[in-house]
């Protein structure tokens, strides 16, 4: 992005970003855990008044998501996304702790996880599906404090962990030959679709027609790849290196 590398931001551009991080974060989970805290650390790179032109619609873009989620989806009638849905990585990394280090949970730690979590059925994790985990979720806003609190000790007795639970949930995404095209194309929607108001636009014929097109776009040569994620994370690393050797670190934060 130029303000990364001019170091510039104008008024329009703090807007525009913005309001484009916030379509994002309201159409996916993750985004907001991953695009805010992004875009705050741009803040920081940028001159003290495009910093604070940035900052300011961050914080903006930030609280429009909050009353959306919190106050409009409400009165509309639209459903909260499950607290399940949002954590979905530290359950897993606690579950799968608590299955490799059972000898060092403390009776403090067992409290806490299972205030959220049945303890006695973490032996339900896959290391490459969280929904067996996080589907167990019992717990209310008012446990996770004290989860996080367990969670963030395990994360320091065995950080490893972690990171390898994570990357074994998301191993796809790492391997650049491997396609990963299972969107559900559903001819016919379930009890619990339909309760939500999801309702059927095409008919049978064009749904199979859609079904033929991603089999076709997993299975032919080449074009497989753009199937893969793996290969847009190849992708990236190559331009994080080609950035670092040429010297633009600033520029890194775009990669």
């Not at 916030?22 to 803040?43: H, K, S, T």
């Not at 579950?95 to 949970?105: G, I, K, N, S, T």
């Not at 067992?110 to 589907?135: F, G, R, S, T």
Request: proline fraction near 7%.
């Amino acid at each position: 992005l130029p303000i990364v590398r001019e170091r510039e931001c104008m008024p329009r551009q703090a807007v525009l970003i913005s309001a484009v991080v916030l379509l994002a974060a309201l159409l996916r989970a993750d985004a907001l855990m991953e695009l805010y805290p992004a875009l705050f650390l741009v803040a920081i790179l940028l001159q003290k008044r495009a910093r604070r032109w940035l900052a300011a619609a961050s914080l903006v873009s930030l609280a429009l998501f909050m009353l959306i989620s919190n106050a409009l989806y409400p009165a509309l009638g639209i459903k909260k996304l499950p607290t399940k849905e949002i954590l979905s990585v530290p359950f897993q990394q606690t579950a799968r702790y608590c299955l490799l280090y059972p000898d060092e949970v403390t009776q403090e730690q067992y409290d806490a996880i299972n205030a959220v979590l049945p303890y006695d059925q973490l032996y339900n994790y896959d290391p490459e599906l969280a929904d067996p985990i996080k589907n167990l979720y019992r717990g209310e806003d008012s446990d996770l404090p004290a989860y996080f609190k367990a969670w963030f000790q395990m994360l320091l007795k065995h950080p490893a962990n972690y990171w390898e639970t994570h990357f074994t949930n998301h191993w796809l995404d790492m391997t650049p030959v491997e396609p990963d095209c299972l969107v559900n194309i559903m001819s016919k929607y379930g009890s619990d679709v339909e309760e939500i108001g999801a309702h059927r636009v095409f008919s049978v014929m064009p749904t199979r027609l859609f079904i033929i097109i991603r089999a076709a776009y997993v299975q032919l040569p080449l074009i497989s790849i753009l199937a893969a994620p793996g290969a847009y994370t190849w992708a990236m690393w190559i331009c994080a290196i080609q950035l670092i050797r040429s010297k633009r670190y600033s520029s890194l934060f775009i990669a």
